[in-house]
């Protein structure tokens, strides 16, 4: 898997959106001061993808959102897949699961 941009807004220390395109780099080191949302990028990735991370629960949603919202689009043996995951407090997740045509994001 190839990660190629992350989209999220209301995730845990990240009440407001955030973008990180990975295309415009090959290798990244993730660095910055406790709290500030370094693990919060992994935990969106994978609970994009699984539907859990560290917590599993309305505590991914941001104490001051409404909402968590998380889009992952990656490469995988050729094809580009965009995942959509989003949990409003009080109400079940929402996944939407996407597959490029012809290999176009």
Not at 51 to 75: H, P, Y
């Amino acid at each position: 898997m190839i990660p190629l941009h992350l989209k999220l807004s209301g995730f845990l220390s990240y009440r407001e959106p955030a973008e990180v395109d990975f295309t415009t780099f090959h290798l990244a080191c993730i660095s910055g001061s406790n709290g500030a949302g370094k693990s919060s990028l992994l935990d969106a990735i994978t609970w994009a993808l699984f539907g859990q991370a560290r917590k599993r629960d309305e505590s991914l949603v941001n104490l001051q959102s409404k909402t968590a919202e998380v889009a992952f689009t990656f490469a995988y043996e050729g094809n580009i897949y965009r995942v959509l995951r989003s949990l409003t407090r009080g109400k079940t997740s929402v996944l939407e699961f996407q597959i490029a045509e012809n290999g176009d994001p």
